[in-house]
C-alpha cells in the first residue's frame, strides 16, 4: 500500500466513523487514551487535525512528549488503521477556519464541554507511519513516510 492510499483510507474511514481515539503519553510515562473528532486538511493530507482547548490535559502531555498515535476505525471493526505521527500546536487563524468548516458540524459535544471557537487550538499531528489492519482476514500493511516531515 503506498502513502496516498492509506491516507484516502483514513480520510474514508473518518468521513464514516467521525471519531477516532488518541493516545498521549505523560511525563511519569503514563498513556491516555480519548475519543476525538479529526480530519485530514486538502492541502496537507500527511496530517491530522484536530481540536482542543489550551488548558486541556492532553495539551500539557503532547507538550511534555509530542509523539502520539491515533486508532480509527470502521464501524463494524472490519478496518483499523493505527497511525503514528508527532504533533505541533497550531493557533492561526486561516487553519482554524478551515478545520471549523470541515468538523464544525461534528463538534456539538465539544462546543457544550468547552470554551467559545475563540479559544481553542489546533493539534497537527504529522503522520509518520501507518498499520492497516483487516482483522477479519488477518491481513496487516505497514506505510512509512518520509522523514522530511
Not at 53 to 65: D, F, M, R
Not at 117 to 145: C, D, G, N
Request: hydrophobic residues 40%.
Amino acid at each position: 500500500m503506498e502513502q496516498q492510499e492509506i491516507i484516502n483510507k483514513i480520510e474514508s474511514i473518518l468521513e464514516d466513523a467521525k471519531t477516532a481515539v488518541l493516545a498521549t503519553c505523560d511525563r511519569q510515562g503514563k498513556v491516555h487514551l480519548r475519543w476525538m473528532t479529526p480530519a485530514i486538511l486538502k492541502y496537507q493530507p500527511d496530517a491530522i487535525y484536530c481540536f482542543t482547548v489550551p488548558s486541556s490535559e492532553k495539551l500539557k502531555q503532547i507538550s511534555a512528549n509530542n509523539n502520539v498515535e491515533w486508532m480509527i476505525q470502521t464501524r463494524d471493526l472490519r478496518e483499523i488503521v493505527n497511525i503514528q505521527g508527532t504533533v505541533n500546536i497550531i493557533d492561526t487563524p486561516a487553519t482554524k477556519s478551515e478545520l471549523l468548516e470541515t468538523l464544525g458540524p461534528r463538534l456539538a459535544a465539544f462546543w457544550k464541554a468547552n470554551a467559545s471557537p475563540e479559544e481553542f487550538v489546533i493539534l497537527e499531528t504529522k503522520i509518520h507511519s501507518a498499520v492497516y489492519l483487516k482483522p477479519m482476514k488477518a491481513q496487516r500493511q505497514i506505510v512509512t513516510f518520509p522523514e522530511t516531515q
